[in-house]
Nanobody, 111 residues
Framework: QVQLVESGGGLAQPGGSLRLSCAGSGSAFSRFIARWYRQAPGEQRELVASITYGGSTSYADSVKDRFTISRDNAKRTVDLQMNSLKPEDTAVYYC?????WGQGSQVTVSS
């Protein structure tokens, strides 16, 4: 069983940067594709980025070239570096591996 604990997030100005981290426990961490989702108020949860065990990545068009997902399998961490932030990036962000979800991290982009 993998348990996930998120950290990071907070408030940023448009054009700014934030970093989210997700720390996992359990030997099954490396078996799963790691994903970051986000959910804005009144909206459905949206897949933002994903990364395989081997490091292959994919991104939603809305964040491509601005966000970078990475993982360290030895440390059991998955990070999301968010640059050039826009107000429409405001949402609660969730990390996901297999059936497990992080607790959610609020990201607010506002001047």
């Amino acid at each position: 069983q993998v348990q996930l604990v998120e950290s990071g997030g907070g408030l940023a100005q448009p054009g700014g940067s934030l970093r989210l981290s997700c720390a996992g426990s359990g030997s099954a961490f490396s078996r799963f594709i790691a994903r970051w989702y986000r959910q804005a108020p009144g909206e459905q949860r949206e897949l933002v980025a994903s990364i395989t065990y081997g490091g292959s990545t994919s991104y939603a068009d809305s964040v491509k070239d601005r966000f970078t997902i990475s993982r360290d399998n030895a440390k059991r961490t998955v990070d999301l570096q968010m640059n050039s932030l826009k107000p429409e990036d405001t949402a609660v962000y969730y990390c996901n591996l297999g059936p497990m979800w992080g607790q959610g991290s609020q990201v607010t982009v506002s001047s």
